[in-house]
């Protein structure tokens, strides 16, 4: 498994700095954000553009990457979910170094991708809630970000 984040991390990290990232800055969450968004986005087997719009955004805005670098770090990101990644060793691996906050950003951005296309399916529900357990988060943690960004998009709230 650590090979192939080193891998995903490598190519990231040459084509969007163009050199290694500055000492302490880690893009850890950066690729797990990004493959974790893309699973989401897949979970209903429908892959809408409002999905892969959100996760433009998503990345642009959160992970501080400049618009020109979008398309590699998107061909980064298929080619790792194309890899067909482990959810509990690639979360695993990835979650000792994010802090409480990272990880519930990341769970926030699973629920803005999920909810795009203003349908939050039942798959897409289960993924989240899977990756958000894996991520080490509280139950009351994966329901206040469903609620907080189903408000945010107009959905109705009530069922958990």
């Known amino acids: 498994m650590s090979g192939f984040l080193d891998k995903f991390r490598n190519k990231v990290t040459s084509g969007v700095w163009k050199q290694p990232p500055p000492k302490g800055k880690s893009i850890d969450d950066k690729i797990a954000l990004g493959v974790l968004l893309w699973v989401v986005a897949?979970?209903?087997n429908k892959f809408l553009a409002q999905e892969e719009n959100q996760i433009k955004e998503v990345i642009t805005d959160y992970c501080n990457i400049d618009k020109g670098d979008?398309?590699?770090v998107l061909n980064s990101i298929k080619e790792a979910e194309r890899e067909a990644i482990d959810l509990y060793s690639f979360t695993s691996t990835i979650s000792k170094d994010l802090n409480y906050q990272a990880k519930i950003?990341?769970?926030e951005n699973l629920f803005r991708v999920a909810c795009s296309d203003k349908d939050l399916d039942d798959k897409e529900v289960e993924t989240i809630r899977k990756i958000s357990s894996l991520l080490g988060l509280e139950h009351s943690d994966f329901i206040n970000a469903k609620i907080k960004?189903?408000?945010e998009f107009g959905l109705e709230t009530f069922n958990f």
């Open 42 to 44: 897949k979970a209903d």
């Open 70 to 72: 979008l398309p590699l």
């Open 105 to 107: 950003s990341i769970l």
């Open 149 to 151: 960004i189903k408000k």
